[in-house]
């Protein structure tokens, strides 16, 4: 993998008109968030976190399914300085932010241009009569108030699908784009880490990461937290 200074890092950002950031755990740690390394650490010796997030378990462990996915909410995290910066690119050039992020964080900070891949656990809602709900009125009970039916995050589990519209849109803002930065993410998860093969010929790959991240497409990587380099731009 080549590699790049912080400085050239920051000019390739701010010499691009057209730039998609593909975001992951990493970003949001500065929030207060764990990383999925850190929940598998706090889980260890139960079941796999893979499980627990799982369409089985919410549906035949529905009170183990509820008890895990109520540690991934922190409703008193607030954007950092990625969040915000990527957010304010936006009013003066073509930015994309496609997340791995179930957070809501890019939202918050005003990203308007965004892609949520894997959902928000803020988007919740009732499988039974489909009405939405306050991600509130979740944590206090995973039951309906109305219907009684099993409320939910939107949120992709494991065993789930994507939806066909959040695949073609996270598509098209990597292949429009002149520029992909790949923040805060080891890049292993499918079918997210397949959106670079559909980035053009002539694009250049910037990752910011503090280890090394396999692309399978040429890149250029910046050992950093990405903190200090988005708190330059």
């Given at each position: 993998?080549?590699?790049?200074?912080?400085?050239a890092?920051?000019?390739?950002?701010?010499e691009?008109q057209?730039?998609?950031?593909?975001?992951?755990?990493?970003v949001?740690?500065?929030?207060?968030?764990?990383?999925?390394?850190?929940?598998s650490?706090?889980?260890?010796?139960?079941?796999?976190?893979?499980?627990?997030?799982?369409?089985?378990?919410?549906?035949?462990?529905?009170?183990?399914f509820?008890?895990?996915?109520k540690n991934?909410?922190?409703?008193?995290?607030?954007?950092n300085?990625?969040?915000?910066a990527?957010a304010?690119?936006?009013?003066?050039?073509?930015v994309?932010?496609?997340?791995?992020?179930?957070?809501?964080?890019?939202?918050?900070?005003?990203?308007?241009?965004?892609?949520?891949?894997?959902?928000?656990?803020?988007?919740?809602?009732?499988?039974?009569?489909?009405?939405?709900?306050?991600?509130?009125?979740?944590l206090?009970?995973?039951?309906?108030?109305?219907?009684?039916?099993?409320?939910?995050?939107?949120?992709?589990?494991?065993?789930?699908?994507?939806?066909?519209?959040?695949?073609?849109?996270?598509?098209?803002?990597?292949a429009?784009?002149?520029?992909?930065?790949?923040?805060?993410?080891?890049?292993q998860?499918?079918?997210?880490?397949?959106?670079?093969?559909?980035?053009k010929?002539d694009?250049?790959?910037?990752?910011?990461?503090?280890t090394?991240?396999?692309?399978?497409?040429?890149?250029?990587?910046?050992?950093?937290?990405?903190?200090?380099?988005?708190?330059?731009?």
């Open positions: 993998m080549n590699t790049l200074t912080i400085e890092g920051i000019e390739w950002i701010n691009a057209s730039i998609t950031f593909l975001t992951g755990a990493g949001s740690t500065a929030s207060g968030i764990p990383d999925y390394r850190s929940l650490g706090v889980y260890h010796g139960l079941e796999a976190p893979e499980y627990l997030l799982s369409r089985t378990c919410m549906l035949q462990e529905p009170e183990k509820y008890g895990f996915v991934l909410y922190h409703p008193e995290a607030k954007p300085i990625i969040h915000q990527i304010d690119m936006e009013k003066r050039k073509q994309w932010v496609v997340s791995q992020n179930i957070d809501g964080l890019h939202e918050q900070a005003g990203s308007k241009r965004r892609i949520d891949f894997h959902g928000s656990l803020y988007q919740c809602y009732c499988q039974k009569c489909s009405q939405s709900v306050s991600a509130e009125e979740y206090r009970n995973d039951r309906h108030e109305q219907c009684g039916g099993q409320l939910r995050p939107g949120i992709v589990l494991y065993e789930e699908g994507f939806e066909e519209e959040t695949i073609s849109s996270a598509v098209q803002a990597v429009e784009s002149e520029l992909i930065v790949i923040v805060g993410t080891s890049f998860v499918h079918p997210f880490c397949d959106l670079i093969f559909y980035a010929s694009a250049k790959i910037l990752v910011i990461n503090q090394p991240v396999v692309t399978q497409k040429e890149s250029f990587y910046v050992e950093t937290d990405a903190v200090r380099l988005f708190s330059r731009l």
